[in-house]
């Protein structure tokens, strides 16, 4: 994961991944988790999604984690939030934003996702995954998928991925298909394919891009 390059992103506001409405993959599917409100739920590279808003609507504290601290400083400011911002007692490089949101919390931590450790976040009760396994590059996909696995405690994963032909197009966002799927949570997961719809991506709209909804549960 190259830091600058996200950093570079941000700057530059070239961020159409970002979308202005939640989810409606996330909205449709969510409910095959069967969650309790009152659930925490971890959302890698979380940037200043709104779906983050969406599951705070629906009863769940969210934990989130993203490398660009302005991303973070924008989901509480878009949303209206004073945060308490404070740093890791043993790592000063890592911050936390903590906030209320809809009445439930919000904790949004500025740092590098192999930095932190299951003691960091604490309980996760599912993880919401639409932008991080899509943003790596192949050779950081089964080391993230395993950091992801400890630091939530194994927790039960809703996954959004893309799948076009990568020849076509560098990434990010990469192409993932099944068989990378189950090479990366196979071994830990039982792994249902719940949807797969026509998607596209905004710099190349003449591509041919599903986008595909897994559930990872134990």
């Given amino acids: 994961m190259n830091p600058e390059f996200w950093q570079n992103r941000w700057q530059e506001k070239r961020i ?23 659930s925490r739920i971890f959302v890698p590279l979380c940037g200043k999604s709104i779906d983050m808003v969406w599951l705070a609507s629906q009863g769940y504290d969210v934990i989130g984690v993203e490398l660009v601290e302005s991303a973070v400083q924008a989901f509480f400011n ?28 919000v904790e949004l931590w500025v740092a590098d996702i192999f930095a932190l450790t299951a003691e960091n976040i604490g309980i996760v009760d599912a993880v919401y995954d639409k932008a991080a396994l899509i943003a790596l ?24 991925t893309l799948n076009y032909d ?35 991506i905004g710099s190349m709209p003449e591509l041919t891009v599903s986008e595909q909804v897994w559930l990872l549960s134990e």
């Fill in 166 to 200: 990568q020849s076509k197009k560098d990434g990010p966002p990469f192409s993932i298909n099944h068989e990378q799927v189950q090479q990366y949570y196979g071994s830990h997961y039982q792994i249902a394919e719940l949807a797969s719809e026509p998607a596209s």
């Fill in 16 to 38: 159409g991944f970002n979308q202005s409405e939640a989810s409606p993959l996330l909205i449709k599917h969510w409910s095959e988790l069967n969650l309790p409100a009152g």
């Fill in 78 to 105: 878009e949303q209206n939030i004073k945060p308490t911002v404070f740093q890791h007692a043993e790592n000063p490089a890592i911050t936390c934003y903590q906030g209320q949101l809809l009445g439930q919390k």
């Fill in 137 to 160: 590059p192949a050779d950081m996909r089964s080391n993230y998928s395993e950091q992801l696995r400890k630091i939530s405690g194994n927790a039960p994963q809703l996954l959004i």
